[in-house]
């Protein structure tokens, strides 16, 4: 096998339209294979994308992994961290055992001392505050079986709306964009379209690096006969923007307006399907009006990109056949996120490219089980895509969880990440239970943040593998067991399930997220309405039997899924269900969509200011099964730059790392390659400062500052990118908050979708020492 960390897509096998992708199987031991004693099926948890795969054993510990073949995600491919990220379970600073805060330090406790603490804080926060004190911030990286508990713990049996999960801030827009257009969440479509498309599609969406298994099965069809037209939308020249046929480098946040021009064009040319629109969607007549005030010159003066450029976008997407688009944190962190995002589907609407082979629209999501919160209810939501505005959907949980309807939070939407930490810093939260997520450095302002989980009268529990930044500032850290070490199930972007078995044991006295659920449910001697434990369960499966029962009838239905039917590999789509059980490949292939008021996730939100609709607006204008068509003008950023600030931050991934590098830190592979944070700058920008490449820069916002050399690949004037992985649990000496780009960034999210704007920030550079003295550490 090639390098993988220099060659991280791996060698060409071009395909044509409606071929097969050629499977091609990647592995990694660290062992001889034949000391390898099993190799246990699961699937990649470093990225939506869900690929398939198998984790090799010996003498206990994982050794090595391989891609599965007949996956119907990946052929067998995976990505670096895919093949090297499963050495962080082998870490030797794992948290093997309880702690609890003592005279100021977090000092080892055995797990019945450490409950008691968490349970004794809970019982006094519900007996003097109430359910409404009580939080839980979670996780994108759990199993089904884990958020189900979660939820039924918080909503069922505290009765409280505060649970959340960190996909508010990689994914939420995602979906809320389907929910306000197709009436529930869910990608329509299925990875096979890319194998059939003749036009690819890719607004704000660096899938080479985020998702570099999909980006190698565009690559080969990119390469390979019947090539797809390839449009890209990014204010920077990503991998996948230098294989573009077009490329539009927009000003950052304006979005909506470059996706206006295309809708303009597409309008005026005529390249719609007419009938599919009259008959499968509502609101076209508003839709026309609005693109018409975006025609390509005035979008050309907003986005600074040229309206011939425009033009050809909208030509390349008028005249596909079989148009595939996708969408991912371009958007979703960005100014009008939402907003956004729904002008990629009303692109495919007009075209009437949705619900057939070839013709999709793919909302990405960031983490590997994202879609899982949003199933289970786990992710501001209710379970199975239940409305919280309908009293019959909310009937049906009850009766599911036999508990009265009352107990259920229904008076208003469940409560988003950045309206927790909200309540938690004006002191209505006392207890926050943060599981499997690291919001000291992943959430913006973290100034603001760490002042938060440090505050007296907080009584804060981490649940995590490491001893992460967050968890350092826990009352209560509860060491638990990764993939690998558990089992359950999770769903990737194009709604594959997967289930992932327990191949090794976890370290010490590291327990699953789900066990450590049961206990305390049991402890605060949590019951339903008929005395019974709640949740009632004892094993993961059990809760997974519960929860696909609760998805019948629903967009999610995987009713007919089981462990033995996804243990015979290779992933199963949902709906799963009696008259589909081996999964269902698209949605909407008859153009009905989940729209109507009895039905519909949510009754939707104005684009512009988020006004919730209620049911009686709903039913007035009911799409009763039509695709809605949501037009929305394109408005400024609220944060703009100007003399003291006057370059535009944009923060992201990069394709070593993960997240906050809780598990990438530990893989030597990963770490080498990118052990560091950088700062991004255009070679003119850094002229205009005089900054050569290397030399250390302070980047500055109104918030905080970041210290870090600067690497001059920048690929638009006035755009700084900083990486948003790196934080402080592996500096050495005194702690200085000037690493974490999310010093920098600011508390405001979108008005429907409530994601955080990560990519919105006015900043400004100066030069602080040059390359070499920066390299020996020298100001």
């Known amino acids: 096998m ?49 690929c398939g795969m198998d984790v090799a054993v010996a003498d206990g510990r994982i050794v090595g992994v391989r891609g599965r073949a007949q996956d119907r995600v990946n052929h067998g491919r995976l990505g670096p961290k895919g093949l090297f990220g499963w050495q962080a379970n082998n870490s030797a600073d794992r948290l093997t055992e309880p702690l609890v805060r003592v005279g100021g330090e977090l000092r080892p406790t055995d797990w019945d001392t450490a409950m008691r603490a968490v349970v004794d804080r809970s019982q006094a926060v519900l007996d003097r505050h109430g359910p409404l004190a009580m939080a839980f911030y979670t996780s994108g990286q759990l199993f089904a079986e884990e958020y189900y508990a979660q939820t039924v713990i918080a909503r069922g049996g505290l009765g409280t709306p505060h649970l959340d999960g960190n996909t508010r801030l990689c994914t939420a ?47 080969d069809r990119l390469h390979g006969p019947d090539r797809p037209r390839l449009v890209v939308i990014d204010p920077r020249t990503t991998p996948a923007a230098r294989e573009a046929d077009v490329h539009l480098p927009i000003r950052a946040g304006t979005n909506v307006a470059v996706l206006n021009a295309i809708l303009h064009e597409l309008i005026r040319n005529d390249w719609l399907d007419r009938d599919f629109v009259t008959a499968r969607t509502t609101g076209f007549e508003e839709l026309a009006e609005v693109a018409g005030q975006y025609p390509p010159e005035r979008a050309a003066e907003i986005c600074d990109v040229p309206a011939g ?47 057939r082979p070839g013709a999709t629209v793919f909302q990405m999501n960031g983490q590997p089980t994202a879609q899982n919160t949003r199933e289970t209810g ?22 599911a969880w036999h508990v009265d309807a009352l107990r259920i939070p229904h008076w208003s939407p469940p409560t988003h990440a ?95 997220d789900f066990d450590v659920l049961i206990d305390y449910a049991r402890r605060l001697d949590l019951r339903d309405r008929d005395g019974r434990p709640l ?108 003399e003291d600030h006057p370059l535009r931050l944009t923060t992201g991934r990069r394709v070593y790392q993960w997240h906050t590098r809780s598990k990438t830190a530990r893989v030597p592979e990963l770490a080498d390659a990118a052990p560091d944070v950088w700062v991004e700058l255009h070679p003119v920008d850094a002229e205009r400062y005089g900054i050569d490449d290397g030399d250390l820069v302070l980047v500055r916002s109104r918030r905080g500052e970041v210290e870090a050399p600067a690497v001059l690949t920048g690929t638009r004037p006035g755009v700084v990118f900083i990486p948003f992985h790196y934080g402080y649990f592996d500096q050495a000496g005194p702690e200085r908050h000037t690493r974490a780009a999310n010093e920098l960034t600011r508390t405001e999210w979108d008005p429907v979708s409530k994601q955080p704007l990560f990519k919105m920030t006015a900043v400004r550079v100066d030069r602080l020492a040059d390359a070499r003295t920066a390299r020996t550490g020298r100001r």
């Open 173 to 219: 827009t995602a979906e809320w964009a389907l929910v306000e257009t197709f009436g529930s969440d869910g990608n329509p479509g299925s990875y096979t379209d890319i194998d059939r498309c003749d036009t690819l599609f890719l607004v704000g969406h660096n899938v080479a690096e985020t998702q570099t298994v999909l980006w190698m099965r565009m690559l």
């Open 378 to 399: 786990a992710n501001g939501t209710l379970p199975c895509f239940r409305n919280w505005q309908n009293d019959a959907h909310i009937a049906e949980l009850a009766e």
């Open 2 to 50: 090639t390098d993988r960390i220099t060659d991280v897509w791996g060698s060409r096998q071009p395909y044509g339209a409606g071929q097969s992708w050629p499977a091609r199987v990647d592995r990694h031991l660290v062992v001889e294979e034949s000391r390898v004693e099993r190799w246990v099926p699961t699937a990649c948890v470093l990225c939506s994308n869900g």
């Open 309 to 355: 450029a425009i033009r050809d976008a909208a030509r390349v997407l008028g005249a596909g056949e079989r148009l595939v688009s996708t969408v991912l944190q371009g958007v979703y962190q960005s100014h009008q996120a939402t907003a956004a995002a729904v002008q990629v589907n009303n692109v495919n609407l007009v075209r009437g490219m949705i619900g």
């Open 535 to 642: 949740p009632p369960w004892t094993r993961p499966e059990e809760a997974g039997t519960d929860f696909t029962a609760l998805t019948r009838g629903r967009t999610c239905d995987q009713s007919a899924l089981t462990y033995d039917r996804l243990r015979d590999g290779g992933g199963v789509q949902w709906p799963c269900t009696d008259d589909a059980p081996h999964g269902t490949e698209r949605l909407y292939t008859g153009h009905t969509f989940p729209t109507g008021a009895d039905v519909c996730e949510d009754y939707g939100h104005d684009l512009v200011s988020g006004a919730q609709h209620q049911a009686d607006e709903h039913r007035a204008h009911d799409p009763a099964g039509r695709a809605v068509l949501k037009a929305a003008p394109y408005l400024p950023p609220h944060e703009d730059v100007d």
């Open 418 to 512: 950045m309206e927790i930490f909200r309540h938690c810093a004006d002191g209505t939260v006392k207890f926050l239970w943060v599981t499997g997520t690291n919001p000291a450095v992943s959430l913006p302002e973290l100034r603001r943040i760490r002042s938060v989980c440090a505050r007296e009268g907080l009584f804060l529990v981490v649940s995590d593998a490491f001893l992460t930044e967050t968890a350092a500032l826990a009352d209560v850290v509860l060491p638990a067991a990764l993939w690998g070490e558990k089992t359950g199930c999770y769903t990737n972007a194009d709604r594959t399930v997967h289930l992932s078995e327990r191949a090794v044991d976890p370290p010490g006295q590291a327990r699953s």
